[in-house]
C-alpha cells in the first residue's frame, strides 16, 4: 500500500511541451505540497494545498498549475517546459494537527530536452 | 525568512562507527520542529528523527539521535554503529509552528554520508 503515489516515476519530454504529475495519498491527511529538488539535490517547496484550498505558493512562474481536486489528490501541470524545468518534483503530505510530519512521494524525474 | 545551514557537503564513517552531521538554523521563532530526512540513492525522502523546539529532551530513534541546542540554532544528527544501509543524502529542515495551516518544510542542502566497509 502506497502511502504517498506519484506518476509518472521518469517524464521526458521536449521544450515548449505541456506536461502533468499526478499525485494521490491514501493517508486521510489534511494537506498536500509539490517540491522540487533541482540538480544540486537542494529541496524548495512550491506549493501547498490544505483541504483543496491553496496557502503557499512561492515564487513559482506561473507555467506552474497546481490542481487539487479533493484533499487525497494534488496534480502538478506545466505549461509550455523549458530547459531549467528538468528536476524531481516530489509530492507530500502530512496531516496538520499533530506530528505535522511529511510524508513523501519517491519523486518524478522530469528531463526536458 | 527562515535559513538551514548544513556546512558538510560530504562526510564519510567507517562501518559500526560513529559519525555526526551538522546543521544550524537562523529563525526568531520560538515555536518550531526540526526535522532530519535521509535520501538514499533509491531518491526516497525518509523521516530519521523530529524534535519539537519546546521540548528540552533530545529526540532518539534507536541509533539515531539528536543534539538539539536552541539557543545555539544547533540541530545536529549522531548516528551510532553505522551501517552500509545509511549510506544516503541527509537533510536537515526546520517547520515553524504557525497559526493556520501554512507549515512549510525548509530544507538544507544536505551531507552526502558515505558509510565504508
Known amino acids: 500500500d502506497t502511502a504517498v503515489s506519484q506518476t509518472p516515476k521518469y517524464l521526458v519530454t521536449q521544450m515548449g511541451n505541456d506536461k502533468s504529475i499526478k499525485c494521490e495519498q491514501n493517508?486521510?491527511?489534511?494537506?498536500m505540497y509539490w517540491y522540487k529538488q533541482d540538480s544540486k539535490k537542494f529541496l524548495k517547496i512550491m506549493f501547498s494545498?490544505?483541504?483543496?484550498?491553496?496557502?503557499i505558493n512561492e515564487t513559482v512562474p506561473n507555467r506552474f498549475s497546481p490542481k487539487s481536486p479533493d484533499k487525497a489528490h494534488l496534480n502538478l501541470h506545466i505549461n509550455s517546459l523549458e530547459l531549467g524545468d528538468s528536476a524531481v518534483y516530489f509530492c507530500?503530505?502530512?496531516?496538520?494537527?499533530?506530528?505535522?510530519?511529511?510524508?513523501f512521494g519517491a519523486g518524478s524525474r522530469l528531463t526536458v530536452l | 525568512a527562515q535559513t538551514v545551514t548544513q556546512s558538510q557537503p560530504e562526510m564519510s564513517v567507517q562501518e559500526a562507527e560513529t559519525v555526526t552531521l551538522s546543521c544550524t538554523y537562523d529563525?526568531?521563532?520560538?515555536?518550531?520542529?526540526l526535522f532530519w530526512y535521509k535520501q538514499p540513492p533509491s531518491r526516497q525522502m525518509i523521516l530519521v528523527i523530529r524534535?519539537?523546539?519546546?521540548?528540552?529532551q533530545n529526540a532518539t530513534e534507536n541509533r539515531f539521535s539528536v543534539n538539539f541546542q536552541k539557543a545555539a540554532k544547533s540541530f545536529s544528527l549522531k548516528i551510532s554503529d553505522s551501517q552500509l544501509g545509511d549510506t544516503a543524502m541527509y537533510f536537515c529542515?526546520?517547520?515553524?509552528?504557525?497559526?493556520?495551516?501554512?507549515?512549510?518544510?525548509?530544507f538544507g542542502k544536505g551531507t552526502l554520508l558515505t558509510v565504508n566497509p
Open positions: 507530500a503530505s502530512s496531516q496538520t494537527s499533530g506530528a505535522n510530519v511529511l510524508t
Open positions: 493517508l486521510g491527511h489534511d494537506t
Open positions: 494545498y490544505n483541504n483543496k484550498e491553496l496557502i
Open positions: 529563525t526568531s521563532e520560538n515555536n518550531y520542529y
Open positions: 524534535q519539537e523546539a519546546y521540548k528540552q
Open positions: 529542515a526546520f517547520m515553524k509552528v504557525s497559526g493556520g495551516s501554512n507549515y512549510k518544510l525548509t
